[in-house]
Protein backbone atom coordinates (compact mmCIF):
# COMPACT_ATOMS: atom_id res chain seq x y z
CA UNK A 1 0.00 0.00 0.00
CA UNK A 2 2.73 2.22 0.74
CA UNK A 3 4.36 1.46 -2.67
CA UNK A 4 1.23 2.60 -4.83
CA UNK A 5 0.87 5.38 -2.27
CA UNK A 6 4.06 6.60 -3.14
CA UNK A 7 3.13 5.93 -6.98
CA UNK A 8 0.51 8.38 -6.76
CA UNK A 9 2.83 11.54 -7.66
CA UNK A 10 4.36 10.28 -10.53
CA UNK A 11 0.49 9.42 -11.53
CA UNK A 12 -1.08 12.71 -10.95
CA UNK A 13 1.65 14.36 -12.71
CA UNK A 14 1.33 12.60 -16.01
CA UNK A 15 -2.49 13.31 -16.07
CA UNK A 16 -2.25 16.92 -15.62
CA UNK A 17 0.54 16.98 -17.95
CA UNK A 18 -2.33 15.14 -20.58
CA UNK A 19 -5.51 16.10 -19.18
CA UNK A 20 -5.27 19.95 -17.00
CA UNK A 21 -6.57 20.98 -13.78
CA UNK A 22 -9.60 19.33 -14.07
CA UNK A 23 -7.27 15.74 -14.74
CA UNK A 24 -5.26 16.23 -11.67
CA UNK A 25 -7.97 17.24 -9.41
CA UNK A 26 -10.08 13.90 -9.74
CA UNK A 27 -7.07 11.85 -10.02
CA UNK A 28 -5.91 13.45 -6.17
CA UNK A 29 -9.35 12.58 -5.36
CA UNK A 30 -9.70 8.91 -6.21
CA UNK A 31 -5.88 8.62 -5.14
CA UNK A 32 -6.81 9.74 -1.32
CA UNK A 33 -9.58 8.16 -1.04
CA UNK A 34 -8.46 5.00 -2.91
CA UNK A 35 -12.26 3.82 -4.50
CA UNK A 36 -14.85 6.40 -4.59
CA UNK A 37 -18.75 6.12 -6.89
CA UNK A 38 -18.19 8.23 -9.47
CA UNK A 39 -21.08 11.04 -8.09
CA UNK A 40 -18.51 11.49 -4.99
CA UNK A 41 -15.48 12.05 -7.12
CA UNK A 42 -17.27 14.79 -9.77
CA UNK A 43 -18.47 16.28 -6.91
CA UNK A 44 -15.36 16.57 -4.92
CA UNK A 45 -13.53 17.62 -7.57
CA UNK A 46 -15.77 20.16 -8.55
CA UNK A 47 -15.25 21.66 -4.58
CA UNK A 48 -11.50 21.77 -5.01
CA UNK A 49 -12.17 23.17 -8.32
CA UNK A 50 -13.99 26.14 -6.88
CA UNK A 51 -12.13 27.09 -4.19
CA UNK A 52 -8.53 26.96 -6.12
CA UNK A 53 -10.78 28.85 -8.89
CA UNK A 54 -12.58 31.53 -6.98
CA UNK A 55 -13.24 33.20 -3.72
CA UNK A 56 -16.06 32.89 -1.58
CA UNK A 57 -17.19 36.58 -3.14
CA UNK A 58 -16.50 35.31 -6.41
CA UNK A 59 -18.55 32.06 -6.63
CA UNK A 60 -20.59 31.87 -9.54
CA UNK A 61 -24.49 31.17 -8.87
CA UNK A 62 -24.29 29.03 -12.17
CA UNK A 63 -21.92 25.93 -11.73
CA UNK A 64 -23.01 23.72 -14.53
CA UNK A 65 -19.57 25.04 -16.52
CA UNK A 66 -17.09 24.01 -14.23
CA UNK A 67 -18.94 20.89 -13.50
CA UNK A 68 -19.31 19.82 -17.02
CA UNK A 69 -16.00 20.10 -17.53
CA UNK A 70 -15.18 17.57 -14.77
CA UNK A 71 -17.52 15.41 -15.51
CA UNK A 72 -16.00 15.18 -19.47
CA UNK A 73 -12.28 14.39 -18.06
CA UNK A 74 -14.06 11.61 -15.75
CA UNK A 75 -15.75 10.39 -18.84
CA UNK A 76 -11.94 10.99 -20.85
CA UNK A 77 -10.25 9.34 -17.97
CA UNK A 78 -12.43 6.10 -17.92
CA UNK A 79 -12.46 5.81 -22.07
CA UNK A 80 -8.74 6.30 -21.98
CA UNK A 81 -8.41 3.46 -19.39
CA UNK A 82 -6.62 5.06 -16.61
CA UNK A 83 -9.32 4.61 -14.48
CA UNK A 84 -11.84 1.18 -13.90
CA UNK A 85 -14.85 -0.11 -12.16
CA UNK A 86 -13.19 -1.79 -9.09
CA UNK A 87 -14.16 -5.24 -7.96
CA UNK A 88 -15.37 -5.26 -3.89
CA UNK A 89 -15.58 -8.40 -2.21
CA UNK A 90 -19.57 -8.48 -0.67
CA UNK A 91 -18.26 -9.72 2.78
CA UNK A 92 -16.33 -6.03 2.61
CA UNK A 93 -19.53 -4.13 3.61
CA UNK A 94 -20.86 -3.37 7.18
CA UNK A 95 -24.62 -4.37 7.61
CA UNK A 96 -25.95 -0.62 7.59
CA UNK A 97 -24.76 -0.64 3.83
CA UNK A 98 -26.95 -1.64 1.73
CA UNK A 99 -25.78 -3.95 -1.13
CA UNK A 100 -27.97 -4.37 -4.41
CA UNK A 101 -28.88 -8.17 -5.25
CA UNK A 102 -28.39 -7.27 -8.96
CA UNK A 103 -24.71 -6.22 -8.71
CA UNK A 104 -23.58 -3.75 -12.26
CA UNK A 105 -20.53 -4.77 -13.75
CA UNK A 106 -17.41 -3.74 -11.95
CA UNK A 107 -18.70 -4.92 -8.96
CA UNK A 108 -18.79 -8.11 -9.03
CA UNK A 109 -16.78 -9.95 -5.95
CA UNK A 110 -13.31 -11.23 -7.19
CA UNK A 111 -13.32 -14.72 -8.29
CA UNK A 112 -10.08 -16.58 -8.13
CA UNK A 113 -9.28 -19.51 -10.25
CA UNK A 114 -9.48 -22.89 -8.39
CA UNK A 115 -6.30 -25.34 -9.22
CA UNK A 116 -6.98 -29.21 -8.70
CA UNK A 117 -4.49 -30.36 -6.44
CA UNK A 118 -1.79 -32.65 -8.31
CA UNK A 119 -2.16 -36.79 -7.06
CA UNK A 120 1.31 -38.33 -5.66
CA UNK A 121 2.77 -40.17 -8.33
CA UNK A 122 0.09 -39.18 -11.37
CA UNK A 123 1.50 -38.41 -14.53
CA UNK A 124 0.22 -35.08 -15.80
CA UNK A 125 1.02 -32.60 -18.59
CA UNK A 126 2.49 -29.23 -17.69
CA UNK A 127 1.08 -27.08 -14.85
CA UNK A 128 -1.12 -24.26 -16.21
CA UNK A 129 -0.34 -20.54 -15.69
CA UNK A 130 -2.72 -19.10 -13.07
CA UNK A 131 -4.00 -16.15 -14.07
CA UNK A 132 -5.03 -13.37 -11.39
CA UNK A 133 -8.58 -11.46 -12.15
CA UNK A 134 -6.80 -8.01 -12.88
CA UNK A 135 -4.90 -9.10 -15.34
CA UNK A 136 -8.06 -10.12 -17.39
CA UNK A 137 -8.89 -7.07 -18.83
CA UNK A 138 -13.20 -6.70 -19.64
CA UNK A 139 -14.07 -3.75 -21.86
CA UNK A 140 -17.39 -3.32 -19.30
CA UNK A 141 -14.63 -2.27 -16.00
CA UNK A 142 -14.69 0.98 -18.24
CA UNK A 143 -18.03 1.26 -18.76
CA UNK A 144 -19.86 4.64 -18.20
CA UNK A 145 -23.37 4.87 -17.32
CA UNK A 146 -26.01 7.95 -16.98
CA UNK A 147 -27.26 7.32 -14.10
CA UNK A 148 -25.66 4.42 -11.78
CA UNK A 149 -26.99 5.79 -8.53
CA UNK A 150 -23.89 5.61 -6.47
CA UNK A 151 -23.57 1.53 -7.05
CA UNK A 152 -20.72 1.65 -9.51
CA UNK A 153 -17.16 2.48 -7.35
CA UNK A 154 -14.43 3.98 -9.34
CA UNK A 155 -10.53 3.42 -8.58
CA UNK A 156 -7.26 4.13 -10.31
CA UNK A 157 -6.15 1.49 -12.65
CA UNK A 158 -2.34 1.05 -11.33
CA UNK A 159 -1.76 -1.59 -14.30
CA UNK A 160 -2.09 0.13 -17.21
CA UNK A 161 -0.06 3.09 -15.27
CA UNK A 162 2.90 0.92 -14.50
CA UNK A 163 1.93 0.11 -18.69
CA UNK A 164 2.22 3.74 -19.76
CA UNK A 165 5.74 4.63 -17.87
CA UNK A 166 7.18 1.67 -18.76
CA UNK A 167 7.03 2.49 -22.34
CA UNK A 168 7.92 6.55 -21.54
CA UNK A 169 11.18 4.89 -20.48
CA UNK A 170 11.72 2.93 -23.10
CA UNK A 171 10.94 5.56 -25.76
CA UNK A 172 13.38 8.03 -24.15
CA UNK A 173 16.03 4.90 -24.37
CA UNK A 174 15.46 4.46 -28.04
CA UNK A 175 15.60 8.14 -29.32
CA UNK A 176 19.37 8.40 -26.69
CA UNK A 177 20.29 5.72 -29.00
CA UNK A 178 18.92 6.28 -32.29
CA UNK A 179 16.88 9.72 -32.75
CA UNK A 180 13.05 10.92 -32.36
CA UNK A 181 11.93 9.21 -35.45
CA UNK A 182 12.95 6.02 -34.07
CA UNK A 183 11.58 6.11 -31.06
CA UNK A 184 8.06 7.41 -32.18
CA UNK A 185 8.15 4.11 -33.81
CA UNK A 186 8.97 2.53 -30.87
CA UNK A 187 6.24 4.00 -28.88
CA UNK A 188 3.42 3.24 -31.74
CA UNK A 189 4.88 -0.53 -31.44
CA UNK A 190 4.76 -0.43 -27.55
CA UNK A 191 0.88 1.22 -27.31
CA UNK A 192 -0.65 -1.83 -29.51
CA UNK A 193 1.07 -4.62 -26.86
CA UNK A 194 -1.60 -5.89 -24.50
CA UNK A 195 -1.44 -4.26 -20.76
CA UNK A 196 -1.16 -7.75 -19.44
CA UNK A 197 2.15 -9.97 -18.96
CA UNK A 198 0.78 -13.08 -19.44
CA UNK A 199 -0.21 -12.67 -23.22
CA UNK A 200 2.13 -12.79 -26.34
CA UNK A 201 3.08 -9.27 -27.42
CA UNK A 202 2.31 -9.38 -31.34
CA UNK A 203 5.46 -10.04 -33.88
CA UNK A 204 5.27 -7.49 -37.18
CA UNK A 205 7.09 -7.29 -40.35
CA UNK A 206 8.59 -3.91 -41.56
CA UNK A 207 5.46 -3.76 -44.50
CA UNK A 208 3.47 -4.11 -40.93
CA UNK A 209 5.32 -1.69 -39.14
CA UNK A 210 5.03 0.89 -42.15
CA UNK A 211 0.91 0.21 -42.15
CA UNK A 212 1.05 1.01 -38.50
CA UNK A 213 2.98 3.70 -37.93
CA UNK A 214 4.12 5.24 -41.53
CA UNK A 215 1.47 7.47 -41.91
CA UNK A 216 1.51 9.42 -38.71
CA UNK A 217 5.00 9.27 -38.65
CA UNK A 218 5.79 10.55 -42.29
CA UNK A 219 7.77 7.76 -42.96
CA UNK A 220 8.60 5.89 -45.99
CA UNK A 221 8.72 2.28 -46.68
CA UNK A 222 12.71 2.69 -47.28
CA UNK A 223 13.03 4.80 -43.71
CA UNK A 224 11.56 2.57 -41.89
CA UNK A 225 13.57 -0.67 -43.54
CA UNK A 226 16.84 1.33 -42.21
CA UNK A 227 15.45 2.00 -38.63
CA UNK A 228 14.21 -1.50 -38.58
CA UNK A 229 17.79 -3.04 -39.25
CA UNK A 230 19.46 -0.34 -36.73
CA UNK A 231 17.28 -1.12 -33.92
CA UNK A 232 18.14 -4.46 -34.75
CA UNK A 233 21.34 -4.53 -34.56
CA UNK A 234 21.05 -2.17 -31.58
CA UNK A 235 19.15 -5.07 -29.63
CA UNK A 236 15.88 -2.88 -29.45
CA UNK A 237 13.97 -4.94 -31.83
CA UNK A 238 14.25 -9.06 -31.73
CA UNK A 239 13.07 -11.86 -34.28
CA UNK A 240 12.44 -15.13 -33.94
CA UNK A 241 13.75 -16.01 -37.46
CA UNK A 242 16.72 -18.17 -37.00
CA UNK A 243 17.34 -18.08 -40.84
CA UNK A 244 21.08 -18.26 -41.81
CA UNK A 245 22.62 -15.17 -43.83
CA UNK A 246 24.64 -16.41 -46.75
CA UNK A 247 28.38 -14.74 -46.65
CA UNK A 248 31.44 -15.35 -48.40
CA UNK A 249 35.06 -16.47 -47.55
CA UNK A 250 35.60 -12.75 -46.20
CA UNK A 251 32.47 -13.16 -43.69
CA UNK A 252 30.43 -10.26 -45.88
CA UNK A 253 26.81 -10.71 -47.21
CA UNK A 254 27.36 -12.16 -50.63
CA UNK A 255 23.86 -11.21 -51.71
CA UNK A 256 22.82 -8.33 -50.53
CA UNK A 257 19.48 -7.98 -52.65
CA UNK A 258 18.35 -11.30 -51.16
CA UNK A 259 19.30 -10.61 -47.56
CA UNK A 260 17.21 -7.47 -47.44
CA UNK A 261 14.40 -9.56 -48.96
CA UNK A 262 14.82 -12.65 -46.27
CA UNK A 263 14.75 -9.57 -43.92
CA UNK A 264 11.62 -7.91 -44.45
CA UNK A 265 10.02 -11.30 -44.20
CA UNK A 266 10.87 -11.45 -40.90
CA UNK A 267 8.66 -10.75 -37.84
CA UNK A 268 9.80 -8.26 -34.85
CA UNK A 269 9.10 -7.56 -31.79
CA UNK A 270 10.68 -4.91 -29.08
CA UNK A 271 12.97 -6.30 -26.48
CA UNK A 272 11.64 -5.34 -23.25
CA UNK A 273 13.38 -7.23 -21.09
CA UNK A 274 16.71 -6.28 -22.56
CA UNK A 275 16.21 -2.55 -22.48
CA UNK A 276 14.90 -2.65 -19.06
CA UNK A 277 17.79 -4.87 -17.69
CA UNK A 278 19.95 -2.31 -19.74
CA UNK A 279 18.35 0.69 -18.09
CA UNK A 280 18.79 -0.73 -14.86
CA UNK A 281 22.34 -1.45 -15.30
CA UNK A 282 22.86 2.15 -16.58
CA UNK A 283 21.74 3.16 -12.83
CA UNK A 284 23.48 0.79 -10.82
CA UNK A 285 26.76 2.07 -12.84
CA UNK A 286 26.12 5.57 -12.22
CA UNK A 287 25.79 4.69 -8.77
CA UNK A 288 28.83 3.02 -8.15
CA UNK A 289 30.56 5.80 -10.17
CA UNK A 290 29.67 8.52 -8.03
CA UNK A 291 31.09 6.08 -4.93
CA UNK A 292 33.70 4.54 -6.12
CA UNK A 293 34.54 6.49 -9.27
CA UNK A 294 35.50 4.97 -12.83
CA UNK A 295 37.80 2.19 -11.99
CA UNK A 296 34.72 1.15 -9.44
CA UNK A 297 32.47 1.36 -12.50
CA UNK A 298 34.74 -0.52 -14.79
CA UNK A 299 35.34 -3.39 -12.53
CA UNK A 300 31.49 -3.67 -11.64
CA UNK A 301 30.33 -3.64 -15.37
CA UNK A 302 33.17 -6.41 -16.61
CA UNK A 303 32.26 -8.56 -13.56
CA UNK A 304 29.07 -8.44 -14.96
CA UNK A 305 29.97 -9.33 -18.55
CA UNK A 306 32.43 -12.23 -17.15
CA UNK A 307 30.60 -13.17 -14.68
CA UNK A 308 33.39 -14.81 -12.55
CA UNK A 309 36.68 -13.29 -12.46
CA UNK A 310 39.81 -13.86 -10.00
CA UNK A 311 41.44 -10.82 -8.81
CA UNK A 312 44.60 -10.81 -10.80
CA UNK A 313 42.18 -11.08 -14.38
CA UNK A 314 40.19 -8.33 -12.87
CA UNK A 315 43.43 -5.86 -13.13
CA UNK A 316 44.36 -7.25 -16.40
CA UNK A 317 41.30 -6.61 -17.94
CA UNK A 318 40.27 -3.57 -16.50
CA UNK A 319 44.08 -1.89 -16.92
CA UNK A 320 44.41 -1.08 -13.25
CA UNK A 321 47.52 -1.69 -10.31
CA UNK A 322 46.21 -4.55 -8.23
CA UNK A 323 46.60 -2.60 -4.87
CA UNK A 324 43.79 -0.27 -6.36
CA UNK A 325 41.58 -3.20 -7.58
CA UNK A 326 41.62 -5.25 -4.04
CA UNK A 327 40.88 -2.12 -2.77
CA UNK A 328 38.04 -1.31 -4.74
CA UNK A 329 36.94 -5.35 -4.56
CA UNK A 330 37.00 -5.16 -0.76
CA UNK A 331 35.25 -1.87 -0.56
CA UNK A 332 32.16 -2.87 -3.06
CA UNK A 333 31.67 -6.60 -1.49
CA UNK A 334 31.02 -4.76 2.22
CA UNK A 335 28.28 -2.75 -0.09
CA UNK A 336 26.66 -5.52 -1.30
CA UNK A 337 27.28 -4.75 -4.98
CA UNK A 338 29.76 -7.82 -5.47
CA UNK A 339 30.20 -10.91 -3.24
CA UNK A 340 32.92 -13.62 -4.22
CA UNK A 341 33.04 -17.43 -4.46
CA UNK A 342 35.55 -19.47 -2.89
CA UNK A 343 36.93 -22.52 -5.26
CA UNK A 344 39.05 -25.60 -3.16
CA UNK A 345 41.40 -26.69 -5.84
CA UNK A 346 41.83 -29.97 -3.63
CA UNK A 347 39.90 -31.80 -1.08
CA UNK A 348 41.63 -30.47 1.53
CA UNK A 349 39.80 -27.19 1.85
CA UNK A 350 43.09 -25.19 2.85
CA UNK A 351 43.34 -21.59 2.65
CA UNK A 352 46.03 -21.39 0.93
CA UNK A 353 44.25 -24.10 -1.59
CA UNK A 354 41.35 -21.91 -2.79
CA UNK A 355 40.65 -19.84 -5.94
CA UNK A 356 38.59 -17.03 -4.86
CA UNK A 357 36.05 -15.66 -8.23
CA UNK A 358 34.42 -12.13 -7.89
CA UNK A 359 31.23 -12.02 -9.43
CA UNK A 360 27.77 -9.89 -9.23
CA UNK A 361 24.74 -11.55 -8.64
CA UNK A 362 22.44 -8.31 -10.13
CA UNK A 363 19.34 -9.49 -8.91
CA UNK A 364 20.72 -9.21 -5.28
CA UNK A 365 22.22 -5.68 -6.11
CA UNK A 366 18.70 -4.85 -7.55
CA UNK A 367 17.01 -5.31 -4.14
CA UNK A 368 19.53 -3.78 -2.38
CA UNK A 369 18.99 -0.42 -4.74
CA UNK A 370 15.72 -0.67 -3.93
CA UNK A 371 15.30 -0.87 -0.35
CA UNK A 372 18.11 2.28 -0.51
CA UNK A 373 15.87 3.91 -3.04
CA UNK A 374 13.07 3.63 -0.92
CA UNK A 375 15.53 4.95 2.34
CA UNK A 376 16.09 7.63 0.32
CA UNK A 377 12.34 8.63 -0.68
CA UNK A 378 11.23 8.83 2.82
CA UNK A 379 14.55 11.02 4.07
CA UNK A 380 13.08 13.03 1.26
CA UNK A 381 9.49 13.02 2.41
CA UNK A 382 10.34 13.56 6.07
CA UNK A 383 12.66 16.81 5.07
CA UNK A 384 9.82 18.26 3.11
CA UNK A 385 7.51 17.59 5.93
CA UNK A 386 9.69 19.42 8.14
CA UNK A 387 10.51 22.62 5.46
CA UNK A 388 6.48 23.10 5.65
CA UNK A 389 6.22 22.75 9.36
CA UNK A 390 8.71 25.46 9.27
CA UNK A 391 6.78 27.72 7.02
CA UNK A 392 3.32 27.02 8.07
CA UNK A 393 2.34 30.09 9.51
CA UNK A 394 3.54 32.57 6.41
CA UNK A 395 1.15 30.27 4.55
CA UNK A 396 -1.58 31.05 6.57
CA UNK A 397 -1.12 34.46 6.43
CA UNK A 398 -0.93 34.38 2.46
CA UNK A 399 -4.25 32.59 2.82
CA UNK A 400 -5.97 35.32 4.84
CA UNK A 401 -4.31 38.13 2.44
CA UNK A 402 -2.50 39.60 5.51
CA UNK A 403 0.99 41.34 4.67
CA UNK A 404 4.20 39.92 4.77
CA UNK A 405 6.97 41.60 6.21
CA UNK A 406 10.63 41.40 4.36
CA UNK A 407 11.74 38.28 6.25
CA UNK A 408 8.64 36.52 5.49
CA UNK A 409 9.48 36.93 1.68
CA UNK A 410 12.19 36.23 2.12
CA UNK A 411 11.67 32.54 3.88
CA UNK A 412 8.80 32.16 1.23
CA UNK A 413 10.91 32.48 -1.59
CA UNK A 414 13.92 30.11 -0.33
CA UNK A 415 10.85 27.66 0.77
CA UNK A 416 9.26 27.66 -2.58
CA UNK A 417 12.54 26.64 -4.54
CA UNK A 418 13.20 24.30 -1.84
CA UNK A 419 9.82 22.80 -2.19
CA UNK A 420 10.37 21.89 -5.51
CA UNK A 421 13.55 20.89 -5.60
CA UNK A 422 12.33 18.18 -3.05
CA UNK A 423 9.39 16.86 -4.93
CA UNK A 424 11.47 16.60 -8.11
CA UNK A 425 14.08 14.48 -6.17
CA UNK A 426 11.08 12.61 -5.42
CA UNK A 427 9.31 11.83 -8.46
CA UNK A 428 13.34 10.67 -10.01
CA UNK A 429 13.57 8.31 -6.69
CA UNK A 430 10.32 6.94 -7.47
CA UNK A 431 11.16 6.45 -11.18
CA UNK A 432 13.86 4.55 -10.11
CA UNK A 433 11.93 1.94 -7.95
CA UNK A 434 9.52 1.86 -10.91
CA UNK A 435 12.71 0.64 -13.20
CA UNK A 436 13.72 -1.95 -10.71
CA UNK A 437 10.64 -3.34 -8.83
CA UNK A 438 7.20 -2.66 -10.97
CA UNK A 439 8.56 -3.01 -14.73
CA UNK A 440 9.37 -6.41 -14.81
Request: glycine share 4%.
Amino acid sequence: MFHYRACYADFIVYVKQKYGLEGELIFETLCKHGKLPGEVAISSALKTLLSQKYTLEEIPADLSPDEAKITKCFELLAKHKLIRRADTYEKQYASHIHVPRKRKIGMQPVQYLEIPKRRKGAVQGPKKECMMPFEKEDPLMFCLEEKDEGEVIWQVYHQHFMFLLRNRDIVRYTEQRLDAKAAGLVEEILNSYPISGNVLRPRYTVKQMHALAGLKLKLSFSEIREMVNQMYSLGILVTDNLNPIERDSSGAVANLEADMKMRDTWTYKVDIEAILRELQIQHAQSIIRSKYGLPGSRIFRLLLIKKRLEEKQVAEMAILPKKEVRILLGKMMTEGYISVQDVPKDANRRPNRMIHLWTVDFTEVSKLLVERFYQAWVNLRDRSSHEDAQIKPTLAKVKQALALSEDEKKNLEIWTKANKRLRLSMLKVMSLIQLFRDYD
